[in-house]
């Protein structure tokens, strides 16, 4: 009865990953991740998978260092070694190794460790929900997570679920 | 962060605090919303440099919710419009912000809860 990251994969399309190679500058995988509307791309070095490139990786490491785009390639910015899942992850386990590891893109690979994919917590998370059906206990308005009504920074939209269905389930 | 100071100012200080994003404003109003995306797009890709105003690359008048808004839009929007952070409005006012950045815990910690209850009911069962 898990929804395993194979069936999330056969939902997206099974439309084949987009990745790019090591030796290419970030001015060009840049351009490319804002025209297609992608937040994350596998990098591969010799058909492998060597690591990532995502959004946070453009802010941390190439904006934030002030690097020239067109000077630097992939291979110095990338995260390398990214965590992955199989095809016959559940999303939940997925999920988790994304809250562990403080990510939200998950490329996937195949048993033979091939690159099949690309999966990121938003994907996750409506497969999750769609799932489990989860709306009955969404009904609650957010203001219950401003405390006294003041801007305390981020507020976690998660935790006002989590007690909402805890306070369902013990009615 | 106000729509005057530079993008330079805005990318230290996500670095610094660790966060993907930043509530642009003018006076009280909340005028914008600066994220990772919009550093991607209007700043990296577009070749354009790190000193420009903040006006000029923020995504301006984000979608925004009241206070009243349920849960369950607050997702919608999060999921369906694949957008990371919604500021929180109440007479023009910000009051706070509701993010999908935790999300993947909270699923993770309910699942867990879930299958406690599921092996709990089994257990029920096979005492039946």
């Known amino acids: 009865m898990y929804v395993t990251?194979?069936?999330v994969l056969d939902e997206k399309g099974n439309e084949t990953v987009q990745t790019v190679d090591a030796d290419i500058t970030v001015a060009r995988v840049a351009s490319m991740m804002a025209t297609q509307g992608i937040g994350a791309v596998p990098v591969m070095v010799d058909g492998r998978l060597a690591g990532i490139f995502t959004e946070r990786d453009a802010l941390m490491r190439v904006l934030g260092r002030d690097l020239d785009p067109t000077a630097t390639p992939m291979g110095a910015v990338m995260t390398k070694d990214p965590v992955t899942a199989s095809p016959a992850t559940s999303v939940e386990a997925a999920l988790t190794l994304m809250s562990q590891h403080r990510c939200r893109h998950l490329p996937v690979v195949g048993a033979d460790g091939a690159l099949v994919g690309l999966v990121s917590v938003g994907d996750l998370t409506v497969a999750h929900l769609r799932a489990y059906?989860?709306?009955?206990?969404?009904?609650?308005?957010?203001?219950?997570?401003?405390?006294?009504?003041r801007f305390?920074?981020?507020v976690d939209l998660t935790r006002l679920v989590v007690s909402s269905l805890r306070r369902v389930r013990r009615t | 962060?106000?729509?005057?100071?530079?993008?330079?100012?805005?990318?230290?200080?996500?670095?610094?605090?660790?966060?993907g994003s930043l509530i642009v404003k003018e006076g009280e109003s909340v005028v914008g919303i600066l994220t990772e995306r919009d550093l991607l797009v209007r700043v990296l890709a577009a070749g354009r440099p790190l000193s420009l105003p903040v006006a000029e690359v923020m995504t301006s008048g984000p979608f925004c919710l009241s206070p009243e808004t349920t849960v369950g839009q607050a997702m919608s929007v999060v999921t369906d419009v694949r957008i990371r952070h919604l500021p929180v409005v109440e007479e023009n006012r910000l009051?706070?912000?509701?993010?999908?950045?935790?999300l993947g815990d909270w699923l993770v910690a309910n699942f867990q809860e879930e299958r406690e209850r599921l092996a709990m009911a089994a257990r029920l069962r096979q005492g039946f």
Do not use: F, W, Y
Request: proline share 4%.
């Open chain 1, 152 to 154: 305390t920074g981020i």
């Open chain 2, 95 to 102: 009051v706070g912000m509701v993010s999908i950045r935790d």
């Open chain 2, 1 to 19: 962060m106000a729509p005057s100071e530079t993008v330079a100012a805005a990318v230290a200080r996500m670095k610094e605090k660790n966060i």
């Open chain 1, 133 to 149: 059906q989860q709306v009955d206990v969404m009904a609650a308005g957010v203001r219950r997570l401003l405390p006294h009504g």
């Open chain 1, 5 to 7: 990251i194979a069936s």
